[in-house]
């Protein structure tokens, strides 16, 4: 994670209290999600499907693939050799930030 600490995703993993968050109701919130997919050529991406807009400071949830289309089209992902390390990563990143 460190490593791509210049990317929006990660810096709200890394530092959750300094973004907004969205009220799910009865106490729940969500500052972020993640999914994982594949381009077809052996390269696996990881990504948010709630992304921050700088501009109003506000977080949306987007589907899957627009999600994974604007991951691509804005570099806001982590790539891997494999498909098992993506999944893993994609439900386990909270564990990530844990070692930091």
Request: charged letters at 25%; glycine letters at 6%.
């Amino acid at each position: 994670m460190l490593a791509n600490s210049n990317k929006n995703f990660v810096k709200r993993i890394l530092e959750p209290s300094k973004y907004p968050s969205q009220d799910l109701g009865n106490g729940w919130v969500r500052t972020h999600e993640m999914a994982w997919g594949d381009d077809g050529k052996g390269n696996y991406f990881v990504y948010p499907t709630v992304v921050h807009n700088e501009k109003d400071n506000t977080l949306k949830k987007l589907s899957d693939r627009s999600a994974y289309i604007y991951a691509l089209q804005t570099g806001e992902y982590l790539k891997f050799n494999s498909a098992d390390t993506a999944d893993w990563v994609s439900r386990n990143y909270k564990l990530l930030w844990k070692t930091k």
